[in-house]
């Protein structure tokens, strides 16, 4: 019987499952959404591209991290582990996106000043929780790159972060999406197509408190400069192959739509 596949990921996302889904859509990949903590969502992939395409488990997540959170105020954690390494990215908005990795015995290959940025980024406090990060770079032959990992989402409890049992590294991307399923408040979050993703992402505006500042010339600024970003960015990921940077130009010009279609509509309601 061959052994299972090792790759592994998990999409964190720092934000309710109610905010998530709608924006999860638009990466148009079958994911499975549960609660992870206060605050805190992950999305399970159900596919697993890095077996199929050219792209990397690792390069795969970061495109999708990066494509989440460029159009969301929100930041995005994606964790990946193989049979070689395991590590993680961080993006926010349109900030650079920060990662490290170790590999498979546990080796650091990654700069440490990543990780000052991972904690200034979430808002880790600089002492404490700094100090947690720095020991996950220093040598440790009983430390593989598993338990690296688990260490850092050790050091994300103290930030609101509580993973289902069975979420978590190591487990290969079968048994991840089988966990995922059995959640109480699992939910599937699949391409509904453009028009009904579009009006999900309109509903969860105006379900949220941030109606009031959608509108007007702040608002018709940031819609500009979603578009004028998303163009190039779809076309790189196009000329690229890269089905994340592709992804992430994409979300960019619907948020840019969907911008200046909210602010008018709530000018014609008169809001």
């Given at each position: ?40 969502s ?11 395409g050219?792209?990397?488990v ?15 105020p ?9 049979a070689?390494?395991?590590g ?23 700069e ?20 947690s ?9 009983e ?30 991307a079968?048994?991840l999406?089988e ?6 408040d ?45 163009v ?40």
């Amino acid at each position: 019987m061959p052994s299972p596949e090792p790759a592994g990921a998990l999409l964190l996302c720092r934000a309710e499952p109610a905010v998530v889904g709608p924006a999860a859509q638009l990466l148009r990949e079958r994911m499975v959404l549960a609660r992870a903590g206060r605050e805190w969502s992950v999305l399970v992939p159900e596919a697993k591209p890095w077996l199929t395409g050219e792209e990397s488990v690792e390069r795969v997540l970061g495109g999708w991290a990066g494509a989440l959170a460029v159009g969301a105020p929100w930041p995005v954690l994606a964790l990946w582990w193989d049979a070689d390494r395991g590590g993680f990215t961080l993006a926010s908005g349109f900030r650079r996106p920060v990662g490290y990795v170790w590999l498979a015995n546990g080796t650091p290959v990654g700069e440490h000043e990543a990780l000052r940025t991972f904690a200034a980024r979430l808002g880790l406090d600089p002492v404490h929780d700094m100090q947690s990060l720095e020991a996950l770079t220093a040598p440790d032959s009983e430390a593989d790159a598993r338990a690296r990992l688990r260490g850092l989402l050790a050091v994300l409890t103290r930030a609101g972060l509580t993973l289902p049992a069975g979420l978590g590294p190591g487990e290969p991307a079968d048994r991840l999406r089988e966990v995922a399923r059995v959640q109480p408040d699992a939910e599937q979050v699949d391409w509904p197509g453009w028009r009904d993703a579009v009006h999900a992402e309109l509903d969860v505006v105006e379900g949220s408190g941030i109606g009031p500042w959608v509108r007007g010339p702040r608002a018709r600024c940031v819609a500009a400069a979603h578009l004028a970003a998303g163009v190039p960015l779809a076309l790189y990921g196009l000329r690229r192959r890269s089905a994340g940077w592709a992804t992430a130009g994409a979300i960019l010009l619907v948020h840019g739509a969907l911008g200046f279609v909210y602010d008018r509509v709530r000018a014609a309601r008169g809001d």
